[in-house]
């Protein structure tokens, strides 16, 4: 782990380009970085971080001219989403362009393409002068990391880690799926969808519980497991004292409002500030810190249910999912 300088984001691109993988920051998590048009390379992060390979990596590239390169077809959709929001948190699906192998998109005939907003990010691609296939820099399933101390500690066979400081964003990137007739949004993140639906108002969004009316939440059961900590997470509307009393302890809380009946029945308790955008930039470092305290227990209140809590929320239901 070093801080990123030219010198240290010079050897990275030295790395990347001989073959190998390195850690850096982006706007949104910190990803792990190989050469996307090396078979052999891409493996090397699957195998890093236990990655089921039926599960595709989003390509980083440094401009929009280089994203031409990595798509077969650069729809006019695109190019307006990606003058508006790039560099920013925008993955786009796009036919694959034949440089890339099978391997990055686990042989779907897409690929998700997006041009980091970090200035690390942004000199590494550069200096690499090749797209980098990057997931999140964590053992699959676990909590994304947002600093490079996350990294270390979550992949610590990773050869380097360029330190850019904390990540601004703090949520993954939002991915969009343009390969279909009608937009389709795949994972709601950091870009909010208020500034998708003003340029994308046909976007179709995943059916999902927004729509109902109040009542319980659906059965986390049914979420694919990911980002989720150590210890078992518990999302509640509203946390009685008598549920987390007879929860296994030590016991930790997130929350964004005061929760007065629970005054003194949690060990450790994460206040996050209670505007989505806000909480996004301290939802996993705060669940990180959970974990390194030993809690056996965390409750969260769930946030809102309407659509600027979509991406948080989202995350939120598959930490608390069970593993399959
Ligand atoms: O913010 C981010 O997107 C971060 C940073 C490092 O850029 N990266 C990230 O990568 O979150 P990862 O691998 O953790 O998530 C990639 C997501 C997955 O949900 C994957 O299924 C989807 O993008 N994806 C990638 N390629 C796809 C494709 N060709 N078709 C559909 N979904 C795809
Ligand atoms: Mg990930």
């Not at 390379?41 to 890093?48: G, H, S, T």
């Not at 897409?110 to 053992?139: C, E, F, G, I, W």
Request: charged content about 20%; hydrophobic content about 45%; some cysteine.
């Amino acid at each position: 782990m070093v801080p990123a300088t030219p010198v240290s984001i010079a050897q990275a691109a030295a790395l990347v380009a001989d073959g190998d993988v390195c850690a850096f920051p982006t706007e949104t998590v910190y990803g792990l970085g190989a050469d996307a048009t090396q078979e052999a390379a891409v493996l090397r992060i699957y195998e890093l971080k236990g990655r089921p390979r039926r599960n595709p990596l989003i390509v980083h590239v440094p401009d929009v001219a280089w994203a031409m390169r990595v798509c077969a077809a650069f729809p006019p959709l695109a190019s307006r989403l990606a003058e508006r929001h790039w560099p920013g948190p925008l993955s786009l699906v796009l036919p694959r362009g034949a440089h890339i192998p099978d391997i990055v998109s686990a042989g779907l005939p897409s690929v998700a393409v997006r041009v980091p907003a970090h200035p690390v990010a942004l000199s590494l691609l550069r200096a690499a002068r090749r797209p980098l296939a990057a997931p999140s820099a964590n053992r699959s399933e676990s909590v994304s990391p947002t600093t490079a101390e996350h990294v270390l500690r979550s992949l610590p066979g990773v050869p380097l880690i360029l330190d850019g400081g904390p990540c601004p964003l703090g949520i993954e990137s939002t991915v969009l799926d343009l390969t279909q007739p009608r937009p389709r949004l795949l994972r709601p993140g950091a870009l909010p969808l208020r500034d998708l639906l003003s340029d994308v108002p046909d976007l179709e969004l995943p059916s999902c519980h927004f729509d109902e009316v109040p009542g319980p939440l659906p059965s986390p059961g049914l979420l694919t497991r990911h980002y989720a900590p150590k210890a078992t997470l518990h999302l509640v509307s509203n946390p009685e004292a008598r549920f987390v009393a007879g929860l296994p302890s030590p016991t930790g809380l997130l929350t964004h409002a005061p929760l007065p009946q629970l005054d003194g029945l949690c060990d450790v308790v994460e206040r996050l500030p209670a505007t989505p955008e806000a909480y996004a930039v301290d939802l996993y470092a705060a669940l990180h810190r959970l974990d390194d305290q030993g809690m056996r227990s965390i409750v969260v209140l769930a946030p809102p249910r309407n659509e600027d809590w979509r991406a948080i929320f989202d995350r939120l239901e598959r930490a608390a999912s069970k593993a399959a």
